[in-house]
């Protein structure tokens, strides 16, 4: 079609056009305003509503059941009857479960945002290895009581960080070399955690290795406090986020020409990813493909251009409240560890992932 | 290291002794002062790797000077914020990408970002803007279409519309006319030429852009540069500029300069050393 | 309790479900169900301080496979058991037909808090390396004994977990026979002098891991030391005296007078079938003497406990003594 610009206007569709594809504006006293996108809105309230379920059937399932309304009364405090199976046992286990999956999901997003790789994640470019290696370190020398193990996890995840940032780092963070970076740091890593594991002591090489799976046997409150906290604390961090993500998903020029400062920017988020995916690592060890896949199935639901960061959340939440249902009762009374059920999920997703990616790869 | 001259700018944007480059001992532009007229269309033109591309990237914040400086509005621009020049000037690179199965009107709407806070996110004054450029680059029926499935010219319009719903007076645009055939061309041109156009609703905007095409370029600037080896080779009105002893200094190109037949700009028509098809014999 | 409802109150407002949050205000500190004993309790020293326990522990919970072999070999049917990784079954050499109402409560690696919370327990038993992390849900569930550590140092966990089960005078009996029949086969093998110039190596093929050498530093080694057997060089380089690790192709350092071998799961997958019928093999001085045994993985390296190392020293009489 050619279009004549020079001659008289064509008819517009005026309202239609005058605002992005799919979003509502809340415009709210004082001249604040907020784009809102419809199918991201519906998508975030119905995982809001399987997620619901999906904590409503990890309090009442297990060795013994609890009626749903009776777990929802229990956890209302209107009932004491269930104070111990749901109020010690599951209450706490399933907070923790719900916590990682938001911060992994989330984790996940900011650094397939900056990447611009929707198969790049916290598990890839070496944070989650970082984790392991430094948990696996101080397990080994004894340095880490298991209170204290997620600190270190904590701090072996933002060290790794440091390390594929500061080697990818030239003049600037690029996309491609920061993924590349993170890869090749995150085989070495792995290898490092193989030989600690080989070198030590043998039961803590057992517990290493459960604890490498990525399990909430055993999480509780002491667990969750400090994520939450934490996750309450980046909270503004990832409404900056969402906001950025307009930006630096375009290409560097653009964004610079929109007024973006993109190498903070990039760092800011990838800052917030790596410190969500170290927390949630931390806490309840490495819960793979949750951080890589929440994204992208979020981003299907919603059609949106960028990633849904809030229904990302609630996808990852949703995955591991699920898996971990999954993981306490299929086998029962033998536990697997939510890792193993993420990832019987994950590895045929990401495999579709990638064959449809390179069927139908974009120039 | 030369120092920048001294001499006041004549419009908002201007270049003092700007020296650029990739690698530290290879400038690619060397002391080049610049000074764009407001509310013109300056076309900067020269052979490849003369370092045109390089300036305008210089002049729109994307590299950094080795030494000298970019001014807008009298200010430096490496102390201005990004988001600051992002109000003032508009850019759009050559190769711009955008994010998969974004719509036209989600990527126009984007051009709002630096007028933008997190808790002003769609104001009518967002909306006006986002209506007004995408009716001037006729995309406005194409709104919910995926920019993916547009044909080469849509999509130029479509980013030309996302730079001009950034309202800025100044704007950058580095070949704007790659990848499109003529008839393209010529419409993403005179969209360039009807921006530099005052209007009741808006005064003339002050466009630069590079372009390859020499007559193109004669065809459509006000201010014509010419680049070569980094340096200002002619600069002013085209019928100054483009002669045949330019033509043959810039571009190493034989060519004789007649008016064109339409506009009466100077047209470049190269000699033919060797007898071409339909040529004489 | 202060902080589980901070906890849980922010966990429900940065996830957007549950409405509301519990305030579950008097479940966790309560001393789950220690009616039912003889009424009196004992003060037992554990890995996590001092633990009150019921004077006759009834319904016992053990969290490892060295618990369930104390226990039984004290005449304690424990209610709930956990199982390894690689068996499907609670320990093969115990007397099976004490363990069919022994429930399964899950992995070692995970025990399962709600199906020991079902079982009503009196008493649990395990050890702090392995399950210090859920130690505050199971002191919730009944009074939780935990030694340090695994393995090695069995024959002190064992006193600390008969005490717990009130069975400190069956204990000491059980120590005693042991010692007198350690001494019995000592002589069996030629005396003291005789037993230490046969070098015995200890090969155990893992699946899913590297194959060991085992040292002296773990229950086996124990075993062999009280006897007085010699062990090949090797195993001083193991690290922390617990075991080499070498690849199946690097059995050869296996090499002693007398080599017993198992495999930790499915000796096909553990590479014991490859080695054994592998060309390194053949060559072992052991081997070629007829003086490597197979033997059974659970009695002689998942076990650990007294009931186990009575089987054991049966075997080695048999195939050392013969």
């Known amino acids: 079609m050619t279009a004549t610009l020079g001659g008289p206007r064509a008819a517009t569709t005026g309202r239609a056009g005058a605002r992005p594809t799919g979003y509502r504006v809340l415009r709210l006293p004082g001249g604040a305003s907020f784009l809102l996108h419809g199918r991201a809105l519906l998508a975030a309230t119905v995982l809001a509503l399987v997620l619901a379920a999906g904590c409503v059937a990890s309090l009442s399932f297990g060795e013994s059941t609890v009626p749903p309304q009776e777990a929802v009364r229990s956890v209302l405090g209107l009932t004491d009857e269930h104070d111990f199976v749901i109020g010690v046992l599951r209450l706490p286990r399933l907070t923790v479960a719900l916590l990682v999956g938001a911060a992994l999901a989330v984790a996940g997003a900011l650094i397939q945002t900056v990447a611009r790789n929707p198969l790049a994640s916290p598990d890839i470019i070496g944070v989650s290895q970082g984790a392991a290696a430094v948990a696996v370190i101080a397990m080994t020398y004894g340095l880490a009581s298991t209170a204290a193990l997620p600190y270190w996890a904590i701090a072996g995840g933002l060290a790794a960080a440091g390390l594929v940032y500061l080697f990818a780092w030239r003049g600037g963070l690029h996309a491609a070399r920061f993924v590349l970076v993170g890869i090749g740091f995150a085989v070495a890593l792995r290898s490092v955690t193989q030989l600690f594991l080989t070198k030590g002591d043998h039961t803590v090489a057992q517990q290493a290795t459960v604890w490498m799976t990525g399990s909430f046997h055993g999480r509780g409150y002491a667990e969750a406090e400090p994520l939450a906290w934490a996750l309450l604390a980046v909270l503004p961090a990832v409404c900056w986020a969402a906001r950025a993500q307009r930006t630096v998903t375009l290409d560097d020029d653009t964004a610079t020409a929109l007024g973006t400062r993109l190498n903070a920017t990039r760092l800011g988020l990838a800052s917030v990813g790596v410190l969500l995916a170290a927390l949630a690592t931390g806490t309840a060890g490495p819960v793979d493909f949750v951080a890589l896949l929440s994204p992208q199935i979020a981003r299907r639901l919603t059609g949106t251009a960028q990633i849904p960061l809030a229904t990302t959340a609630l996808v990852g939440a949703s995955l591991t409240v699920l898996a971990d249902l999954l993981a306490r009762t299929l086998f029962s009374p033998t536990e697997l560890p939510a890792g193993v059920v993420t990832a019987a999920i994950g590895a045929p997703y990401l495999l579709w992932l990638i064959l449809k990616n390179r069927t139908g790869g974009r120039t | ?281 | 309790m202060n902080r589980r409802i901070t906890a849980s109150a922010l966990a429900l407002a940065c996830a957007v479900t549950l409405a509301a949050c519990g305030d579950d205000s008097d479940s966790a500190g309560s001393e789950g169900s220690d009616d039912g004993s003889g009424g009196g309790s004992r003060t037992v020293e554990t890995a996590m301080g001092p633990v009150e326990v019921p004077e006759d522990p009834e319904r016992v919970v053990v969290l490892d496979t060295a618990e369930l072999d104390t226990a039984i070999t004290l005449g304690v049917v424990p209610v709930g058991a956990v199982q390894a990784d690689a068996t499907r079954e609670f320990l093969d050499y115990l007397p099976q037909d004490q363990l069919s109402d022994v429930r399964n409560v899950g992995n070692i690696a995970a025990p399962n808090l709600e199906a020991i919370h079902e079982l009503d327990p009196d008493l649990i038993i395990g050890s702090k390396v392995r399950d210090e992390q859920s130690y505050d849900e199971l002191s919730a569930i009944a009074p939780t004994v935990f030694s340090e550590t695994v393995g090695a140092p069995w024959k002190e966990n064992f006193l600390m977990h008969a005490e717990a089960l009130g069975r400190s005078a069956e204990a000491e009996e059980v120590v005693a026979a042991y010692e007198t029949r350690v001494a019995e086969v000592t002589e069996a093998l030629g005396g003291p002098e005789a037993a230490a110039a046969t070098e015995v190596s200890m090969l155990r093929f893992i699946d899913g891991g590297n194959t060991r050498l085992y040292g002296r530093e773990n229950y086996i080694g124990t075993v062999l030391a009280d006897l007085g057997l010699g062990r090949p060089a090797v195993v001083d380089d193991a690290t922390d005296g617990f075991a080499v690790e070498v690849s199946p192709e690097q059995v050869d350092q296996a090499d002693g007078d007398v080599i017993y071998y198992s495999s930790y799961g499915d000796p096909d997958a553990s590479g014991e079938d490859a080695a054994v019928g592998g060309p390194l093999w053949e060559d072992l001085t052991a081997v070629r003497e007829n003086r490597a045994f197979p033997v059974n993985d659970q009695l002689w390296f998942l076990g650990i406990g007294y009931t186990a190392a009575e089987q054991i020293l049966d075997e080695i009489e048999e195939t050392l003594a013969g």
């Open chain 2, 1 to 281: 290291m030369s120092t920048p001259s001294e001499q006041e700018p004549a419009g908002r944007l201007a270049a003092r002794g700007l020296t650029l480059g990739y690698e530290a001992d290879r400038p690619v532009v060397d002391d080049l002062d610049l000074d764009i007229p407001d509310g013109r269309v300056t076309v900067i033109v020269g052979p490849n790797a003369c370092g045109k591309s390089t300036t305008l990237r210089a002049l729109g914040r994307l590299l950094k000077p080795r030494s000298g400086t970019v001014l807008l509005d009298g200010a430096e621009l490496h102390t201005l914020s990004t988001r600051r020049i992002a109000q003032s000037l508009g850019l759009l690179p050559q190769t711009p990408v955008a994010p998969e199965a974004i719509t036209v009107a989600d990527l126009v709407s984007r051009g709002r970002q630096p007028h933008q806070r997190w808790w002003q996110q769609w104001s009518p004054a967002d909306e006006a803007a986002v209506v007004e450029a995408m009716e001037r680059t006729d995309v406005a029926a194409l709104a919910d279409r995926p920019v993916d499935a547009l044909s080469g010219g849509q999509r130029q319009r479509v980013w030309i519309a996302m730079a001009l719903a950034q309202r800025t007076d100044l704007l950058l645009l580095d070949e704007p006319t790659t990848y499109l055939d003529i008839a393209h061309q010529v419409e993403v041109l005179d969209l360039v030429r009807q921006l530099a156009t005052p209007t009741e609703e808006a005064p003339a905007r002050t466009v630069v852009t590079v372009l390859h095409d020499l007559n193109q370029a004669a065809r459509y600037a006000d201010h014509l540069v010419a680049m070569k080896d980094g340096r200002i080779a002619a600069r002013g009105h085209p019928e100054e500029v483009v002669t045949a002893e330019l033509v043959d200094e810039v571009f190493g190109l034989a060519a004789v300069v007649i008016p064109d037949p339409v506009t009466g700009s100077p047209l470049v028509v190269p000699r033919a050393p060797v007898p071409v098809p339909g040529g004489p014999r």
